[in-house]
């Protein structure tokens, strides 16, 4: 029974009569027990637990449940990596290390030329010579070898190569596995040493390996150049940026010493570095949270890369625009900067749940992007303030006075 005030008496009656209002009725117990009342809770299907409270973006405390996590990577994570080591960035991106070559084919005879090349020929050519010829046999999967070919060879110089593509392979276990040394089992910085050297070496033996070889494709005699990209050798970029630095006052300098510490990536997808369920182009903030495991960020810049690749390929003119972009970041600290270009160089792209993989291209500012783009920036801001300050007849033609120079009285009426 319930009085007029609204407080129960108390009477079983009075606990077991609310099936009116909520539909359901509970069960009277005189004499509850824990089971008793776990079986009433069920039910009633009474949710004990209070809601959960609304969600809030915190980048702070995301950064840090990430860093405790161990999904950032530090410096010395970094600097320690092999080139056979993947290199985790974020929760679903990952490098992982590959060799990429770049290939030119050119005729022995330029004038014995006179249809175009078999691609699949030489592919196939190309994939029994890395399976058979090689002192570790190789299996690279076709869509890892790209040929393009010239269409119209009459069309082209006498010295342009009649097809030119790239070459992919991802699977360097066998380097690992392979006349393993006692360092190089033990880990550590001298583990990492022996790697770095087995890996550069056997990169330069393929490399001489392949280039200059002769390939005879439907009659024709052709030759094969192959050569290893710069950006994807860390020494050779490092050994590029001090030489730089070390004649002229060139960059800006910070304590006397001058350093490079902005790094450009060209050929990401965009998707890659875009809000989920927000957009498809690349974003300010989720890019920034990407490259904020190498260090602290400086300046950052994000566009879309529509030019990416149009130099290499003929047929760019069906390309959608904006699948790729270009990624500019200038990190606070010159050792950072290191670190990012050591683990960016001779890797690829992988995210989580995609089999695609971006061939991405890797190289520093020469040109202080950055240090351009505030002058540029200062230029146009002096020249408005200048315009809204100034005289304005010292910029426009001057203005024809309806008064004659006589000071004659002019004229109100048509004659």
């Not at 029974?1 to 005189?30: K, N």
């Not at 860390?234 to 790094?263: C, I, L």
């Not at 990012?340 to 749940?353: H, N, P, T, V, Y």
């Amino acid at each position: 029974m319930v009085d007029e005030g609204g407080v129960s008496s108390g009477t079983p009656e009075a606990e077991g009569g609310c099936s009116g209002e909520l539909g359901w009725e509970r069960p009277a117990v005189e004499n509850p027990s824990r089971d008793a009342l776990h079986s009433v809770v069920a039910g009633a299907r009474i949710a004990t637990a209070p809601p959960p409270p609304p969600f809030v973006h915190r980048p702070p405390e995301a950064a840090r449940a990430r860093e405790a996590a161990g999904l950032t990577m530090s410096s010395k994570a970094s600097d320690a990596a092999s080139p056979l080591d993947p290199i985790p960035i974020d929760a679903s991106l990952a490098l992982v290390p590959r060799v990429r070559l770049t290939l030119t084919v050119h005729p022995a005879s330029p004038s014995s030329l006179a249809k175009p090349l078999d691609d699949w020929q030489l592919k196939k050519a190309l994939l029994d010579f890395l399976k058979g010829s090689l002192a570790a046999p190789l299996s690279v999967p076709d869509g890892d070898l790209e040929i393009r070919r010239v269409k119209d060879v009459r069309k082209r110089r006498r010295d342009d190569p009649v097809a030119h593509g790239s070459l992919v392979i991802r699977d360097l276990g066998f380097l690992r596995s392979s006349r393993g040394s006692h360092a190089e089992d033990s880990g550590g910085e001298d583990g990492v040493r022996v790697l770095e050297e087995k890996y550069a070496d056997w990169k330069r033996y393929l490399v001489e390996k392949m280039n200059g070889m002769d390939l005879v494709l439907g009659g024709v005699k052709f030759v094969l150049g192959v050569e290893a990209p710069a950006s994807d050798s860390f020494e050779g970029m490092r050994k590029e940026w001090e030489e730089f630095y070390a004649f002229g006052n060139r960059g800006h300098s910070r304590g006397g010493r001058q350093e490079p510490d902005t790094v450009v990536l060209r050929g990401v997808p965009s998707r890659w570095f875009a809000e989920p369920r927000v957009s498809s182009k690349p974003s300010m903030l989720v890019t920034h949270t990407i490259f904020s495991t190498f260090g602290s960020i400086r300046n950052i810049n994000v566009a879309e890369d529509d030019d990416f690749g149009r130099g290499r390929d003929e047929d760019t003119d069906g390309l959608v625009s904006g699948l790729h972009c270009k990624i500019v970041v200038q990190f606070e600290k010159h050792r950072d900067f290191h670190n990012a270009m050591k683990a960016l160089c001779g890797r690829s792209l992988e995210k989580q749940g995609s089999r695609l993989r971006a061939d991405y291209e890797v190289s520093w500012d020469k040109d202080g992007f950055f240090r351009n783009s505030r002058s540029d920036t200062q230029e146009k801001s002096s020249r408005m303030t200048s315009l809204a300050s100034g005289p304005y007849r010292s910029e426009f033609p001057k203005h024809i006075s309806r008064h004659s120079p006589e000071k004659t009285r002019p004229k109100r009426f048509r004659e």
